[in-house]
């Protein structure tokens, strides 16, 4: 089992920046991929940004060149930094972790980004 514990999120004017931070309970990033997806009002869970065990990332276009994932191993945290917010952000960003050699998943308890001015 492994929990994961999001923090981070507010509220911020458009075009401003957000960094959020995923901390699982225990090492886990040499097996699992790590994503970040947010559900907005309404909508279905959608996947914004991932990096895998080995380091790949991949991003949802409308993220492209504004967001950035990355890891830090010896913090053990998973990071989503967002730039250039823009309203149509605005959602609650969940972290996932995704395991590579068994099935297990996992997800955080949620994070509450607001964009508006």
């Known amino acids: 089992q492994v929990q994961l514990v999001e923090s981070g999120g507010g509220l911020v004017q458009p075009g401003g920046s957000l960094r959020l931070s995923c901390v699982p309970s225990?090492?886990?990033?040499?097996?699992?991929?790590m994503s970040w997806y947010r559900q907005a009002p309404g909508k279905q869970r959608d996947l914004v940004a991932t990096?895998?065990?080995?380091?790949?990332?991949n991003y949802v276009d409308s993220v492209k060149g504004r967001f950035t994932i990355s890891r830090d191993n010896a913090k053990k945290t998973v990071y989503l930094q967002m730039n250039s917010l823009k309203p149509e952000d605005t959602a609650v960003y969940y972290c996932?972790?995704?395991?590579?050699?068994?099935?297990?998943?996992?997800w955080g308890q949620g994070t509450q980004v607001t964009v508006s001015s």
């Open positions: 225990r090492s886990i990033f040499n097996a699992y991929d």
């Open positions: 990096i895998t065990s080995g380091g790949t990332t």
């Open positions: 996932n972790a995704k395991a590579i050699f068994v099935k297990a998943d996992y």
